[in-house]
């Protein structure tokens, strides 16, 4: 079960961390990745964590990139997303997901949470 | 990057219906794809992944083939169930991993 938190309405150039605690899988095996889902449009990939074997690094995607963080807490099984100086066009549903990953460090997406509504507007 | 191109984007179909939904990558990519249902107001759900390995549960009308740059989400008899969105998403390189979309409607 994935469950994502700390949406809600943030103004441009504000700042929002987003929570997604985890249960049911052994978190610290897996990557996990955000992605996003504007209002009445396609998926985007925000970015991934790798699993702590493969070194804890991140990806982003371009159009975040700089201005998001993705972390985790092993400890907790959470994953969290640090978005910074944020933009209207950052306006989505914000989904975590669990990330299998095959050799060469490819990921496809097996489990989401149900999403969270970020809204940036003043 | 890479972009994802599915054809067509709304479909209207019966049931019973074959269905059959086209994602074209713009270089290859393998068998490095997955297929995701979304209905509406529900988070993705995965259905196939390397293009052509049913995820555990899915039914078995559900089938993928393809590799390289043409791949296939084909339903073989569409069930009430199936009237949603899908989305095909590339995973061989980081970037701009998902197609815009294949919005199945009721005919």
Known sequence: ?122 | DIQMTQSPSTLSASVGDRVTITCRASQTISTWLAWYQQKPGKAPKLLIYEASTLEGGVPSRFSGSGSGIEFTLTISSLQPDDFATYYCQQYYTFGKTFGQGTKLEIK
């Open chain 1, 1 to 122: 079960q994935l469950v994502e938190s700390g949406g809600g309405l943030v103004q441009p150039g504000r700042s929002l961390r987003l929570s997604c605690p985890t249960s049911g899988f052994t978190f610290s095996a897996y990557a996990m990745s955000w992605v996003r889902q504007s209002p009445g449009k396609g998926l985007e990939w925000v970015g991934l964590i790798r699993s702590k074997a493969f070194g804890a690094t991140a990806e982003y995607g371009a159009s975040v990139k700089g201005r998001f963080t993705i972390s985790r807490d092993d400890s907790k099984s959470i994953a969290y997303l640090q978005m910074n100086s944020l933009k209207p066009e950052d306006t989505a549903i914000y989904y975590c997901a669990k990330s299998m990953t095959v050799p060469g460090s490819k990921y496809y997406f097996d489990y989401w949470g149900q999403g969270t509504l970020v809204t940036v507007s003043s």
